[in-house]
């Protein structure tokens, strides 16, 4: 069983407005969560890293929440852009000795003009 | 420019040949990774390897082989005993830092198919 589930599993907005992703995990014991940016066809491009003291994490239109305590996370994307249309992952980093990743199935965002 | 480096962008198989995918870093970085992506779901891990001449095993390394005799380079071998090795194949690096875990850094991507 996956132990990183993202909703929804694709959504499609219109440019200008604004989305929210949502991430659960049961990895544990959780190190720290990123998101990840991937354009079709290409490899992941890493948006933001929070560690479980990190409550928010910004990068430029896209913000990152994290809960520790509930173990869920969101990526809200502001003023969306058709340059946002990509599949973004939540991936999960277990405490161990050298980090062994856990990834989401990826929310597929589509912008449309 | 530092980064990491996949290659071909495609390439087609036949069936019950062995096809090499190639990955290259200048990142200086100690590990590296292989994983496979199929649609719908999440990066699923092959192999990994954590400095020169050692690697290990991921949650799907049946069919794969990989090696890693020098640290820039970790060539993944996709075997005829694969089954179903139509995916895309993503290689990362990362730092090793004991107690932390780092950044992984992904290349582009190949796309196997096979014919």
């Known amino acids: 069983k996956n132990q990183v589930e993202q909703s929804p599993q694709s959504l499609i907005i219109l440019e200008g407005k604004n989305c929210t992703l949502q991430?659960?995990?049961?990895?544990?014991?959780?190190?720290?969560l990123r998101w990840y940016k991937q354009d079709t066809g290409r490899g992941p491009v890493s948006l933001t890293i929070m560690t479980f003291s990190e409550n928010t994490k910004s990068n430029g239109r896209y913000t990152a929440t994290l809960d520790a305590d509930t173990k869920q996370s969101s990526l809200h994307i502001t003023a969306s852009q058709l340059s946002d249309s990509a599949s973004y992952i939540c991936v999960v980093s277990v405490t161990d000795s050298w980090g062994k990743l856990q990834f989401g199935a990826g929310t597929q965002v589509v912008v449309t003009p | 420019d530092g980064g990491i480096t996949q290659s071909p962008k495609y390439l087609f198989r036949k069936e019950g040949q062995n096809v090499t995918l190639s990955c290259e870093q200048n990142l200086n970085h100690d590990a590296m990774y292989w994983y496979r992506q199929d649609p719908g779901q999440g990066l699923r891990l092959i192999y990994y390897?954590?400095?020169?001449?050692?690697?290990q095993k991921g949650d799907i390394a049946e069919g794969y082989s990989v090696s890693r005799e020098k640290k820039e380079s970790f060539p993944l071998t996709v075997t005829s005993a694969q089954k179903n090795p139509t995916a895309f194949y993503l290689c990362?690096?990362?730092?090793?830092?004991?107690?932390?875990?780092?950044?992984?850094?992904f290349g582009q991507g190949t796309r196997l198919t096979v014919v």
């Open positions: 390897s954590q400095i020169v001449n050692d690697f």
């Open positions: 990362a690096s990362s730092k090793v830092v004991p107690g932390m875990n780092t950044e992984a850094f």
């Open positions: 991430c659960n995990y049961t990895v544990s014991p959780f190190s720290n």
